[in-house]
């Protein structure tokens, strides 16, 4: 199982999971198109 959190609260959500849950994250943009992922 992967939880993704918005990234203000991975940390909090990382230490409230257990072993068997992964943490993931990923930024958002507000542009129409293109590759915006890259800044976390």
Do not use: H, M
Not at 12 to 30: E, F, G, H, P, Y
Request: net charge negative; aromatic share 10%.
């Amino acid at each position: 199982v992967v939880v993704a959190p918005p990234f203000i609260y991975v940390d909090q959500v990382k230490n409230s999971l257990t072993d068997r849950i992964d943490i993931s994250a990923q930024n958002s943009w507000v542009g129409k198109g293109g590759a915006f992922t890259g800044e976390i």
